[in-house]
Nanobody
């Protein structure tokens, strides 16, 4: 079993920044795809930014390119999401996800991921 714990959400004004953190535990070797999804109110869960299983590449949603940056600390089994220039449309519950075997073509499908964090609320409002 893998446990994922997120932190860093909150209420901010448009244009502000937030940094989300996710730490994984439960396995000796945490190699695999890892990253962030979000679920806006009344909508389906969607990919925000992830590292591929090999860790060589990142995939971003078009709506966050140039504003959000994903990074990771392999030694700490952690992944981060730096969110700048936040917009009201970024309001959502943000989830950390991990999967040891997922293939690149399946990364955008939430149902293909094995492990999820509990989620952290991000609200962007004036």
């Amino acid at each position: 079993q893998v446990q994922l714990v997120e932190s860093g959400g909150g209420l901010v004004q448009p244009g502000a920044s937030l940094r989300l953190s996710c730490t994984a535990s439960g396995r000796a070797y945490m190699t695999g795809a890892m990253g962030w999804f979000r679920q806006p109110p009344g909508k389906e869960r969607e990919l925000v930014a992830v590292f591929t299983r090999t860790g060589d590449h990142t995939i971003y949603a078009d709506s966050v390119k140039g504003r959000f940056t994903i990074s990771r600390d392999k030694a700490k089994n952690a992944v981060f999401l730096q969110m700048n220039s936040l917009k009201p449309g970024d309001t959502a519950v943000y989830y950390c996800a991990f999967d040891a075997r997922i293939i690149t073509s399946s990364l955008r499908s939430p149902s293909e991921w094995d492990y999820w964090g509990q989620g952290t609320q991000v609200t962007v409002s004036s």
